[in-house]
DNA sequence: ATTACAACCTTTTTT
DNA sequence: AGGTTGTAAT
């Protein structure tokens, strides 16, 4: 069992699964295998002879949780996942606060306030009192103060204070807990402090933990440290896995010092790192370091390329933002059409620093016909029909929860307005009571219209009949209480009469549905309701119950970030995902879009921790795994201008992007991209003109953002983007800006053998796109578009000569001493790639092939293998195809999830090799703890890790001409099919099966 | 005076 | 999409 659990990972995966270490932290990276290494852990731990139920785990998101769970499960092959004490920190809590919680004076039924509750309270305090504040930083700010361990000695300090902000701040948080205590009311941050109060004042509830393990350990505050250190009192086994570089919830008052605290803590806490890198290419595994190295103050990590360099990341000007919407849409056709199906719509995401920056980009998805699904837009549970029943069941809950009251006795409308509400609400409060209580026993002093009144006892009567069932023997299931409501409110013909278009109207009644089967499911006691098991009977302690089945459900669903975007039907079509970078931590996809790099977005112009920003960007592109584009539009979406990034101006970044995006005719393009996603190359064969794209290059828009007119586009049926120099608005938008055919994917017709000629491609067009372009001819002419005086102006003149601190040498690239003439290689490339494009056309390779078509549809084969790729022992084929989050689309799974078969050891096949050698580790095995983790020469390691790559792996004859020294690397990989190949003939044929 | 509805403006990130 | 503001209807 262990052994075949330690055969699935690499040497410091391994090293870290089966440490026997009390206290164990483990740095991992962006695609080193995180999660992996942690589920086999924990299954190591279970192999060990720990008990399930003895053991928690904590993530910090929901769907985290789900994963692992899952992933554990298939480990084990048995039940005992159900036993663990798994969850996010928040779900944890509330088991341990419903059991436990009597003991410290936890009232019945408590309800769990949300975001939307929190600041809907908070918002009628300031209104009350005249305060000026902003409700949203305000209640980040009473929220940061409680996630710092508590109001305290602080606001005494504060009380002193002079401040008035302070003050105000101090006062709304009084009567902000004054009014969750009322309403017996718990908030995020309650749920974390009151179970700290519990495990430190009865420590005994976890005397039972025999080991604690925690997710993303840079993202929990330090009410979750304290915590996590509560819960590991009894036997202090500790197991942190995160990555201070991808710590990017410090405005939820994440502390990434909490590292620096457990080591603090536990003295012989022991550290791995996990380098390899199994998701990203080269080239975009450079660039992204080299953002996050312009943080001096980080632990210095590497960060190790296990794929082929690649194509070059992507940083392109736009004229404003409807046009970086429009070049979107057409950059993600241009790299469906145009990769065969090596890419399909399922495998591109556009991640956004904010939600908001996707109207541009729906727009022109929608007017594409471009499937896409938004993640982290409006969740399931914040649309009106849902959180109208929703609100309903927690009144019935809990009747003294003034804030549910409020939000639904006018909903369906009753002739109940704001005002009525409103002084309901205050005379409620001053009599300490909730609005039910009085509406029950006494004499008002509001005024109420007949009207009013009328309209909240009928909602009144709504809830006690619920309350009737509630208590009655029978028929208190929570789906009967939904129906309940759903009939009493008259749901469908609101529903109707609010959204009379018909498509709005089913939709929301799928909802309504939707969450009538989350009920059924939770009151079906067959159900494998996740993580619903008891906790576990710890000697001489009592539990009780505090929650009802109905308070739970509510409990977990304000808990629930699960934004259930589960289309039915959609399932199986792929899709462009949408979602904000934040919510795309832990996933990847093969190619993602970063839109919105301006300055302001960011970083945002609110955050006041601009490393913070910056980290958030290297997460977004550390999603990539072989096509990166970050951009930025020159007018943003209020119509302001502005400047790119701070990030992204240094020079030293200049070489690691290239301005447009990548010539898919160019060689190695398709193959590179094949090999990271491990498929295929495939064949491409398909005359020009039935391409069903407006242009083969990204060309259609100036490279510097600016308006000028361009070449009209020679293209049947195109009439949207061939009027530059008109003004903005005059874009044919409301066009169909593409014919029929361009609805679906473009798949390759295997009766033409066909060659793609680069349409508008000039030499010096080519040179720039070439995929590792580093600074020949083309790039020297008009390198770059920042308007950035310096780089513009000298670096054509300096290039030659000295080069800017920390930009990288060609000759860093191609693995030479960074000594060396750097422009001698150079001009060598140049002039071979010149000759090259002197051809007419570029074939791309052509490859015999396709096996059956798999599973339901799915075009794309898994690579066979007899021309599989090559790969290093010490990479493990099942870590290569690892990925951290199951949300990508089913077609990508589905193609992971193939079984890899490693090629047989004649190296002559192997045409599109990845993957690095396997870099020697002296002295690991000593390991000395606590350790700070790497050398700092970790900018030398990516980039020669790169350049050899490069070497070995991007199969042109060009570049193996211009690097006379390469064999010197090349010769172990088993270049034979290559020399033979290139022959020396001069004219470089595509690899094709007629070569075996 | 209160409520309902249409038109407009503004959007950080989330358990 | 939400919130705010202005205006018509009750």
Redesign the pocket.
Known sequence: MSTTLLSNLNESQRDAVSSPAQQLAILAGPGSGKTHTLTSRVAWLLASGLQAQNIIVAT???KAAKEMQERIGKLLGDDREQKLILG????ISVRYLRSYGYLIGIKKGFGVA??HDSE?II?RIIKKNNFMADP??TK?KI?GRKAKGGWGEKMEKAMKSNNKEVQQIDAIYTEYEATLKRANLLD??DLLLRCVDLLRDHPQCVSNIEAVLIDEFQDTNLVQFDLMRLMAASRKKVTIVGDPDQS??G??SAEVKNYLSLLRQYPDTITISLEENYRSSGAILAASLKIIQQDTSRINKSLLATHTVGTRPVLRTLESAEVEGDWIMHEIRRCVTLTGDLITYGDVAILL????LS?HIETYLGKAGVPYRMV???AFY?R?EVRLILYYLRVISNPADNNAFAEVV?LP????????VKSLIEEADQKRMSIWELMENGPLAT?L?A??RNGISRFMKIIKDARKMLSDEEGHTIASLMKHVIEAVELEDYLKKTYPEEEDYQSRLENVKEILALAEEADDPESPDYNDEPLPEVDGLEQNELSTPLSNFLAKIS?A?DKRAKDAEGEDKPRVTIS?I??AKGLEWPVVFIPGAYDGSIP?G???DTD?ERR?LYVGMTRAKALLYVSYPLID??RESTRPSNFLTPTSLLLHFGQKGPSFSKQNVVPDIAAILRLEVPKITFTPDELPLPSQEDDLWPEDGTAKARPPKTWDQWDGTAQYGEPRKSLAHDRPLIDKRNMEPWKPSYTTTMTITPAFSTAAAVLREQPVNLGGAGSAKRPYTFDDDEVVDKKSTKRSTKRPDGQPSLAAYFGKPQNSKANEPATTITAARQTHTTQPSVSLPRLNHRATLSQRGNPRTAIPAQIAPYVPPTICPTLSRHRIGGTTSTATNRRNIRAFTPPESNGSKYIFLSSSPPRPEPGRKEREAPRLPMPSNSINSIVTTAARSASLHTTTEDRARAQPGRKSYGARMGMGGWEKRMGGSGSWKPPSMADR
């Open positions: 910090f998101t929901k996010t920190f928040h779900s949300d975001q809907t918002k949203k930083a980040n929220s995020f941050d990017i919830y405005f939820r620093r904010s939600a908001y109207r982290g837009g409006r914040d009106v006018n409308k009753r002739g109940v307005g704001d005002v009525t005024g219209s009207k009013a808990l970030t904000t934040h919510a945002n609110r955050a006041d913070e958030l979406s209020r």
